[in-house]
């Protein structure tokens, strides 16, 4: 296992997006990105008012080797969105992808899809990893759909799991990809890829 690869956050590209390390120089390309997605239901989405706030836990989240956080950029190289691995566990071996947003220009496009692959590919490929997971709202079903058309199993719901920003007691659905389902899952998202749109 590569240690080195577990603290350094890379650039990765694809077809149709370039993930990039996060930058407080990112800070209005992603505020103008979030716009509008402030009104999603079961989702935080950080605002011109809080996006500081969220990008010092982040960094807090980096520095103590838990995350890897990720400015997306589309094919014609604009601030599209942000994801990141996060609850990175060296020991074990596994990590999650979350804290995914992406600009309403861009969703039920290739983004998606092309960052997961990405995603993936560098977990199990190049850290080794023998579990990712990914984690979403109960409440939130086109989160669930996208999460289960990439190939990932549900493991079970977390019952309030967590309480959000907002108050509210949020119920979590946690899904995984284990090492050896990987290349059933990359064959599937090479034909999501290669379908036409």
């Known amino acids: 296992m590569n240690g080195d690869a577990w603290r350094t956050v890379p650039i ?3 077809r149709h997006v370039t993930l990039r390390p996060l930058d407080r120089a990112d800070r209005a390309g992603l505020v103008s990105a979030f716009a509008g997605l402030e009104r999603l239901f079961a989702t935080v989405v950080p605002t011109e008012s809080t ?13 103590a080797g838990r995350a890897l956080p990720f400015t997306v950029l589309d094919a014609e190289g604009r601030i599209s969105g942000t994801t990141r691995f996060m609850r990175m566990n060296v020991a074990h071996a596994r990590v999650e992808i979350g804290g995914t ?11 998606n899809t092309d960052a997961k692959r990405l ?16 984690r979403t709202n109960w409440h939130n079903r086109a989160s669930r759909a996208a999460i289960e058309r990439l190939g990932a199993r549900m493991d ?8 959000t920003g907002e108050g509210e007691v949020r119920d979590s659905v946690v899904y995984s990809i284990l090492a050896h389902e990987w290349p059933q899952v990359r064959r599937n998202l090479d034909y999501l890829l290669e379908r036409p749109r």
Do not use: K, N, P
């Open 119 to 134: 995603l993936l590919t560098h977990a199990f490929d190049t850290l080794g990893c023998q579990c990712v997971q990914l």
């Open 12 to 14: 990765l590209s694809g």
């Open 101 to 111: 947003l992406y600009a309403t220009r861009v969703q039920r496009t290739g983004v």
């Open 51 to 63: 996006i500081d706030g969220w990008y010092d836990a982040i960094e807090t989240q980096q520095a």
């Open 156 to 163: 079970g719901v977390l019952r309030g799991h967590m309480i």
